[in-house]
């Protein structure tokens, strides 16, 4: 995205024409647009990193969450099955 040098700027609530400012002044005001553009773009990709991480964040614990119960009921099957059958004794 290109940046503009804008047309008007405002200082200590004035508004001033960029036109009529010296090469040099016109060249920091464009480098400002340049990087405040910069800025805006930096901020929204972080915003978008942040958002990206939370949901894949979301998305792992709800994973694990699965995961830890799998294995929580493959261990209880594999001890039910692993335990001896209790004896009945029938007229003692």
Known sequence: ????????????????EVSKFSDSVKSLIATHAKWREELIEARLLAAKAEYAI???????????????????????????????????TVGA
């Open 1 to 16: 995205m290109a940046s503009e040098v804008p047309a008007k700027i405002g200082i200590d609530g004035k508004e001033y």
């Open 54 to 88: 939370r949901a894949l964040e979301a998305e792992i614990s709800e994973l694990v969450k699965k995961e830890i119960a799998a294995a929580a009921a493959l261990l209880k099957a594999e001890e039910s099955e692993a335990a001896p059958a209790e004896a009945t």
